[in-house]
Nanobody
């Protein structure tokens, strides 16, 4: 069995920074493409950033230049570095990854981590 575990969320003042982590644990052979999503209070979940297994990245326009997604394949971990945070970045952040388990990639979600940027 495999799990995605997110960490790194918290309360940060506008203009501050946070680094979120998404780690695959359990009997996994690795992770493929990974997305970070977020769900602001009272709103739908939205895709924020993606990274392919080869390291190609994409971002939603609202975070370009402020967020960086990266990965450490040796640690089966993906990061989301967030700088210049704004109140509108307040949300629960989720990672979604293809996790290799028993020779197959399984689509998995983390439990979410709260990021709060007060106005």
């Amino acid at each position: 069995q495999v799990q995605l575990v997110e960490s790194g969320g918290g309360l940060v003042q506008p203009g501050g920074s946070l680094r979120l982590s998404c780690a695959a644990s359990g009997s996994t052979g690795g992770i493929g493409a990974v997305d970070w999503h977020r769900q602001p209070p009272g709103k739908q979940r939205e895709l924020v950033a993606t990274i392919s297994s080869g390291g190609s990245t994409n971002y939603v326009d609202s975070v370009k230049g402020r967020f960086i997604i990266s990965r450490d394949n040796a640690k089966n971990t993906v990061y989301l570095q967030m700088v210049s945070l704004k109140p509108e970045d307040t949300a629960v952040y989720y990672c979604n990854a293809l996790v290799l388990f028993r020779g197959k990639y399984i689509n998995s979600w983390g439990q979410g981590t709260q990021v709060t940027v007060p106005s």
